[in-house]
């Protein structure tokens, strides 16, 4: 995937996340875990933990270890259906 193509999908997936992403969010996504590499290379995502990223442009908060850690536990699902999940509960 092209790196400007790649940006944009992971751009609409970080703006509903505080910035953050997982890889197995992007990949269901069709940005491969190299396109990843290249962009976080690239200093245009930045690796958070093991498998979340933040758009590099994204600020941060005090927030952003717990986040990544929430998004890491499920890291295939984006944030707006677990949340809507715990909201049915």
């Known amino acids: 995937m092209e790196s400007r193509e790649a940006l944009g ?5 970080s ?3 505080w910035g953050l992403l997982t890889s ?9 875990r190299l396109d990843l590499s290249r962009l976080a290379d690239a200093g245009l995502i930045e690796r958070v933990s093991h498998g979340v ?3 590099a442009g994204a600020g941060s ?3 952003d270890d717990l986040r990544a850690t929430w998004l890491a536990i499920d890291p295939k699902v984006d944030a707006e259906a677990r949340l809507a999940d715990i909201e049915k509960s």
Do not use: K, M, N
């Open 24 to 32: 197995a969010q992007a990949s269901r996504r069709g940005v491969s």
């Open 15 to 17: 703006s509903a996340q």
């Open 9 to 13: 999908v992971l751009g609409e997936l």
């Open 53 to 55: 990223y933040r758009d």
């Open 61 to 63: 908060d005090e927030f």
